[in-house]
């Protein structure tokens, strides 16, 4: 009897089954798979290719039921139930379980009885380790849907119960597939990685302490980075008891290095450092590498941008299979994980299969979230109730981390920062100009009094006419979200070479430069924003405290679309301006703007989840996740990086159906190949998608700039549009 081919079915359910499974988990997973026993999918699996006979799920399924019908309570029951006849697919809501059972179940008592009786006959071997016996033929489900149907309209669901299915239903997905590319028990790995993290804990501070002796320690700023360090990390080994942590800390401070350094101190099982933006996971990425390199230590990135299909772990076996590396590369099966609040949000509240795997390999972790104040307020007070449960039933500790923490008063948390920094930092002054709109001369009259001037404004267009306006000066760059991240890398290198080299400089750029982009100019100007993105921006300014103070100019709105940006933060900005009655500020009393405009956000938004909790509304909950993330106002498009670039990609997609592979090799392949042009994509404004030329390979579903397309794009510009010329600033 065979789960997959030339895979025993026993093998297969015995490797899945680890110490610590709840009696309702080893049941789901014992049974997830018992309807592969029936002769078809023998047959099927043997290689009689008839879909018609792969189906498993549902048999397994109501199998569950009838064994399990008086050892669970019905809420087990159901949560089982779908577990099994979902392990392959998406979660829907749950009244669809109910509310359309007539259509989605194919099978009545009479054609399962008989299907029983085929497995119980083809069970001989077996048959120890599936317990079926003719007892469950007699078995009415018709009743047992009945009692769903009941639990479901009579007893609302809380945030507990989602988080409950979650686990049972990630533990079965993650170990079913591991176990199915591996070929090996989940328990051995679960005591492999428990073993060698216990023993890596040691390199792990090692690593650490060796890689900051190598920063000066005499320089005023390195001796306050030591402090804050230190202190921090002093307030954490007091608490070690705790679950969630804040650590504040001002923009240069050195909040990484100390947010690593405490989580190590908890012995997690793994970390998992989360940002809210692509172009910073690559510098944590090769900072954390650079720190662990030699040791044993396994450091990985997981966006939609990273090489999941190779292994860049210098210590794995070499004879893995794509689909093994695939697999790792993209489930936090690293000891060091560096992702996205993208990634990390949709782990926790996403509804596909594969966001379940993830979901699983968050037990036991530390959670480092970076940039806190990045998170929607939409979802905020929704995502720390969910941190709060996961504590409880997953073991995980959250540190949260920002230079403009946000109110998280709804989670139960535990202050660790050396706040004494704060006087020390006294690097500029914010000084709002709302009034003022002539950006060109302020920019002109700026260059003429300092080395490195940066201007910030909301939107890419904006950003553009400034740019242009500006050609007549040298060196002057652009930096926005029409570029390939390429392009992107080179003008941030260009910049700081002559930064560091005391060159004229003025860069024109919108909100990515923000956070984690490490510049540091002698003077800044910011079109009117939010607060925290005002004191995000001021961070790239007198970064290193080397100067005499600097200025952060604050003016007015000249971006068409700022209010769409931003809605309702630009107003409650305002207010309290208009409030504190002041203009200018010191870098010292940022957190008296910062804790008067999240106090006034904490009190704008409640929790929206909860009533799709009551129903387990899974896609519903997935879709809020969608309409934060996902952005209607923008189409991905290429840039084609040499002359027929495309249309030979095309060619070469198209040849690995002629492999003689099996689908899901042929899958894995594709989606290899399209990471190779993830490089070359721009998000364009679909304002602009009709002033550019496009053409398409793949029947539409790549659209791209050709490379010698005259004047569509520039790599020290970006995407070039036929409106983009008609500046207003000159």
Known sequence: MFSHPKVRYSTHINNLLQEGDTSLTLA????????????????????EWNTKNKEHSQISAFIFLKLFYNKFSTKELFFGFISILRHHGYIHNFNVYTDNREKDIEYDNNSLSNIYMDI???NNSDSENIHINKLICDLDISGILEDFEDIFFNEKFSIEDYSDFRCLFSNLVYSDKYEAINN????EKLYTSLRDFQQNIGILKDGYKNYVKKFKSDSEINIQRTLYSDGSFANLKGSKDGKVFTLVGATGIGKTLTSLRCAIELEPRKIIYVLPFTNIIEQIFSEFSEIYKG?????RQQHHRSNIYEDEDENTNSDRSLSQIVFDNKNFNADINITTTYQLMYSLFGNSNQEFVKFHQLQGSVIIIDETQSISEDIKKDFLEMCEVLTKKMDIRFIFMSATM????????IPITDERHFDFFDRYYLKFELESLDYFNRIVELSQEYRSVMCVVNQISTAKELYISLNEFDSVYILHGEMTSQDKENIVKKVTQKIKNNEKIILISTQSIE??????FDVGIREFSPISSIIQTAGRVNRNGKKPKSILYIMGLISQYSTLIY????????????????????????????????SI?????GNSFHSLYKELKFEQINKKIDDIFKNDYKKLVYIEPSVDYFKEFESAFYEIDKLGKNKFENSILKKKKFFEITEYGVSLSKNNYDNVTLNTVLSGNIEYILFDSIGQYEKEFGIVTVTDFETNFI
């Open 295 to 299: 040791t044993g230590i396994t450091v």
């Open 184 to 187: 090996t028990s989940t328990q």
């Open 120 to 122: 119980i006959l083809n």
């Open 515 to 520: 956070a984690g982009v490490d510049l540091d």
């Open 28 to 47: 789901v997973k014992q049974f997830h798979d018992i309807g592969k026993c029936r002769t078809q999918f023998q047959k099927y699996i043997q290689g």
């Open 567 to 598: 809605g309702d933060l630009l107003v409650h900005t305002h207010n309290i301006l208009t409030r504190v009655k002041k203009t200018t500020f010191s870098e010292n009393e940022n957190k008296i703007l910062i804790k008067e405009y999240f």
């Open 406 to 413: 946000p109110k998280i008063d709804t989670i139960k948390h």
């Open 601 to 605: 956000l904490d009190k704008s938004n």
